[in-house]
């Protein structure tokens, strides 16, 4: 049976298990940004005990992940959806593991308080907060993207990824800067090139949210984004 012939009251249900499904991504998402944001400031202030409590928000994000995806699933073997309904639902399944990886780079970045505890802060770790603001801005607006079925504002996401890949260079370059002019900041200038891959990874995440979002809102798929690597992946290999 068609949606549009379903009787009124399983409509009803179908619209509550969708808002349902979409304020999961929200939270989900709503968690994910703080923690990315909260890990870099624990970073920069050399806060261990604030950087130990990102592992507790991440455990929210998989628990929320999981939910995510059950529901999800039974609404579509509930109320068998088509079209639109059934795109969206299978959206929200791919975005709460793009949410779920967010948690995981920003608890990478949090574990690497720990190995710089002991270190003063450097120059090139002064760009951390504004790269960190840039990502966690793309993740709110890609969430909210979806929820509110905004194809414009989930392009608008995907065209400032180029912002953000041109940060993480530039962090790069002002690093290996650092380590040339002192052999004393080698492993701390590692610390931070990791740190800074793992936030243009987290802009990556919320760049697929996005161009998920306009897939799921228009029925078409995004152009592909340019490929070209970053000079961190030209110099490690890395993928």
Not at 131 to 140: F, L, N, Q, Y
Request: a negative charge.
């Amino acid at each position: 049976m068609a949606q549009d012939q379903l009787p009124p009251h399983t409509l009803r249900a179908f619209d509550m298990d969708i808002l349902r499904i979409r304020d999961l991504i929200r939270q989900c998402g709503t968690l994910a940004s703080r923690q990315v944001g909260d890990a870099v400031d624990a970073m920069l202030r050399r806060d261990t005990a604030a950087a130990g409590a990102i592992a507790a928000i991440d455990e929210q994000i998989d628990a929320l992940q999981g939910v995510v995806e059950l529901d999800a699933l039974n609404t579509i073997s509930r109320r068998s959806p088509q079209a639109d309904d059934l795109r969206e639902l299978f959206s929200a399944i791919k975005i709460a593991g793009d949410l779920e990886r967010v948690g995981d780079y920003a608890k990478n970045i949090a574990k690497r308080t720990v190995a710089l505890a002991a270190t003063t802060v450097v120059d090139p770790e002064s760009a951390l907060p504004r790269i960190a603001a840039m990502v966690t801005g793309m993740i709110d607006d890609a969430v909210k993207a979806y929820i509110e079925r905004d194809a414009n504002l989930a392009r608008d996401v995907v065209e400032r990824d180029v912002q953000v890949d041109q940060a993480y260079n530039d962090l790069f370059r002002a690093t290996v800067l650092t380590i040339s002019e002192s052999a004393d900041h080698i492993a701390q200038g590692a610390h931070l090139l990791f740190v800074g891959k793992n936030l243009e990874r987290v802009g990556d995440h919320a760049t697929n949210i996005a161009e998920i979002t306009w897939f799921s809102v228009t029925g078409q798929t995004m152009a592909a984004r340019s490929t070209e690597a970053s000079a961190f992946d030209k110099v490690s290999g890395g993928s």
